[in-house]
């Protein structure tokens, strides 16, 4: 698999003898170096598949102007700069490959501006995203983005890289709930663009560049966000099939019915032999294919939409549940939100991509990711966002050894497949690291130009995150 890379940038040996003149500007207590770099900066998720780096230094800004003044520093001296949120991420974004700084954006937690009656916030990029939902529960209002992670994701590493989660099917990705950013942008100025705002075409798109670009483009330092009144009430829906071709034509009737349901998620039968001794109420023995759905709105609308979903989902099904609201529910989301650490328990690891289909495409590439894994002799799994298209395509190995290797090479077909069925490389985990050269088998070469024009206008001495989102 990929392993680490050092710098061989021009100058890096002599870094450590300036960090005392990067220190003076941010203070020294906000910049750890040497022996105080804790080892979790030096990589996220993806340690598993030998992705990890050595930062020279980490700063720990309290403000933008501190952001500001970092990115200042390493564009006078030529020092790769690495944004860095929660650490949660699956790609590499966050791993210091070449070194340099890593900028933890970790103690601008200041909720700047909260109005619950004009269902808006601003929040600074290193908010948790389970407190971000907390306060807007507390006060009537929803913020449906929900990637997981959300006891550690930080709002800004969300942004960086556009998250979705279950809830984006109805809800869309982090950015639509975005209307205006603070960013620090090369060689260090601090810029605004949108704000507390509906609307806004004046120029062109800046804020869309910068969420989801992963830190290549500028540093995220916080966002104006718009919110929703909580809906009355959650209703899911849970059916089992026998196979991915059952499970994913009861998906498809579901949206040829017309129902909008909040979410659309699926479980292979892999997935299930992991994570379903846990499931509430058991899984029955013939389920090789799981779908969650849920109904949501006022009492009346989302109890009408689950009488609909039930109905659109029983013909081929082995089973159809429909837990209670309250703790019922509850605790099905949080056994949905732990499938991930039950696939990665069975082998101690996993390689894991989020390829984006056409959902009539769904089944092939359910199948297919099994016969990827076949032909490289991995056990594999996949679950996702039905709805979206969106499998996190899986293979199971040991953190060591061989497996991870023919891992490596699983991946690229993965990536040849989705793109053949008129898909994407990513759906909402972002290219990082893990992922880089993918592009050019999704996009023309003129599309690949304008991609690598907006990083030069941005960037052009390609400090910020160098090597990813390539």
Not at 35 to 52: A, L
Request: aromatic share 6%.
């Amino acid at each position: 698999m990929v392993r680490t890379v050092l710098s061989d940038r021009p100058g890096h040996g002599s870094m450590m003898s300036r960090l005392d003149e990067l220190a003076s500007r941010v203070g020294a207590e906000a910049l750890l170096v040497g022996d105080r770099v804790p080892k979790q900066y030096s990589f996220d998720e993806t340690e598993t598949q030998g992705v990890r780096g050595e930062p020279d230094a980490v700063a720990l800004p309290a403000s933008a102007e501190d952001v500001a003044a970092v990115m200042s520093w390493c564009y006078e001296h030529d020092v790769p700069l690495v944004p860095r949120g929660g650490g949660t991420g699956f790609s590499g974004g966050a791993v210091p490959i070449e070194g340099g700084v890593v900028l933890s954006l970790e103690r601008m937690t200041a909720i700047r501006s909260f109005d619950p009656g004009l269902w808006r916030m601003q929040v600074e990029a290193g908010v948790i995203t389970s407190d971000l939902k907390r306060r807007c529960r507390e006060s009537g209002l929803f913020f449906p983005p929900d990637p997981g992670a959300a006891e550690q994701s930080q709002i800004g590493g969300n942004l960086a890289t556009n998250a979705g989660g279950p809830h984006a099917f109805k809800y869309g990705v982090t950015g639509s709930w975005v209307t205006g950013i603070e960013a620090v942008v090369p060689p260090g100025e601090v810029i605004e663009v949108g704000g507390p705002i509906r609307k806004d075409v004046a120029g062109y798109d800046l804020k869309g560049l910068l969420i989801g670009s992963e830190g290549t483009l500028g540093v995220i330092t916080a966002a104006w966000l718009r919110l929703l009144p909580t809906p009355e009430l959650f209703l899911p829906v849970v059916a089992f099939y026998p196979d991915p071709e059952a499970g994913c034509e009861a998906i498809e009737a579901v949206l040829a019915a017309g129902l909008q349901a909040a979410t659309l998620e699926y479980l292979d039968r892999r997935t299930l032999e992991a994570a379903g001794r846990s499931f509430p109420g058991g899984v029955p023995d013939e389920a090789g294919f799981m779908v969650i759905s849920e109904a949501d709105g006022s009492q009346e609308e989302a109890a009408r939409l689950r009488d609909e979903l039930i109905e659109a989902l029983e013909p081929g099904a082995l089973a159809v549940r429909d837990p209670a609201p309250g703790s019922e529910t509850e605790e099905l989301w949080r056994w949905r939100d732990g499938v991930s650490i039950a696939v990665t328990a069975q082998r101690g690891g996993k390689v894991s991509e989020d390829i984006v289909v056409p959902i009539d495409r769904l089944a092939e590439a359910i199948v297919g990711t099994l016969e990827i894994g076949r032909s490289h002799e991995l056990d594999t799994a996949s679950w996702g966002h039905a709805g979206d298209g969106n499998l996190h395509s899986t293979f199971l190995v040991p953190p060591q050894g061989e497996e991870l290797d023919r891992a490596e090479a699983a991946m690229v077909e993965l990536f040849e497949l989705a793109v053949s069925l008129g898909g994407s490389i990513s759906g909402e985990h972002g290219v990082g690291w893990v992922k880089r050269g993918q592009l050019q088998r999704q996009w023309a070469p003129a599309a690949l130009e304008l991609h690598a024009a907006v990083k030069a206008a941005f960037d052009p001495k390609n400090l910020l995150n160098p090597g990813k989102k390539t």
